[in-house]
């Protein structure tokens, strides 16, 4: 199964939101040449890298995602991400309604990769959804299984 956004949605929700990040960082840089280091110059040049290289290495917003029985996929800017399915010892879900998304959290915590989010606009986002939480529900079942093993 493969689930991507519409273009429209991948240009506003993708595209633009690290264009802009790239821009702020260019006038970071600009800023500091023109008028020396500030306060908000030095807030820029760190925070502006780490949001890009979270954004586009860590692929936190994936323009694609594909799922079969073995594996979970994401795809962001010719980067994939792939996840097999008996390996993943960890999956968080949360929806977040309000603002159409839900957030993955894949195996345990990395600087880049394994936190993911997904906008109601990808496609067959419901579809997504249900497929989401049947492999957490999985999951946890195994997770449940091998601590019941472990503590009798």
Same mark, same amino acid.
Request: aromatic share 14%; glycine share 6%; charged share 20%.
């Given at each position: 199964?493969?689930?991507?956004?519409?273009?429209?949605?991948?240009?506003?929700?993708?595209?633009?939101?690290?264009?802009?990040?790239?821009?702020?960082?260019?006038?970071?840089?600009?800023?500091?040449?023109?008028?020396?280091?500030?306060?908000?110059?030095?807030?820029?040049?760190?925070?502006?890298?780490?949001?890009?290289?979270?954004?586009?290495?860590?692929?936190?917003?994936?323009?694609?995602?594909?799922?079969?029985?073995?594996? @979970? %996929?994401? *795809?962001?800017?010719?980067?994939?991400?792939? #996840?097999?399915?008996?390996?993943?010892?960890?999956? /968080?879900?949360?929806?977040?309604?309000?603002?159409?998304?839900?957030?993955?959290?894949?195996?345990?915590?990395?600087?880049?990769?394994?936190?993911?989010?997904?906008?109601?606009? @990808? %496609?067959? *986002?419901?579809?997504?959804?249900?497929?989401? #939480?049947?492999?957490?529900?999985?999951?946890?079942? /195994?997770?449940?299984?091998?601590?019941?093993?472990?503590?009798?």
């Amino acid at each position: 199964m493969k689930y991507e956004y519409p273009n429209i949605n991948f240009i506003f929700n993708i595209i633009i939101p690290n264009l802009l990040m790239a821009l702020i960082l260019l006038w970071g840089i600009a800023d500091v040449i023109q008028n020396g280091m500030s306060s908000f110059s030095q807030l820029v040049l760190v925070v502006m890298p780490i949001l890009l290289l979270s954004s586009i290495v860590g692929v936190s917003n994936p323009s694609k995602v594909k799922i079969d029985d073995e594996s @979970i %996929s994401f *795809y962001l800017f010719g980067r994939r991400h792939s #996840y097999q399915w008996e390996a993943i010892d960890s999956l /968080k879900l949360r929806r977040y309604d309000p603002i159409g998304k839900i957030y993955i959290g894949i195996g345990t915590k990395r600087i880049f990769g394994g936190r993911y989010w997904i906008s109601s606009n @990808i %496609s067959n *986002y419901a579809e997504l959804n249900n497929v989401l #939480y049947d492999k957490y529900q999985f999951i946890h079942s /195994k997770e449940i299984g091998q601590e019941k093993m472990t503590t009798e």
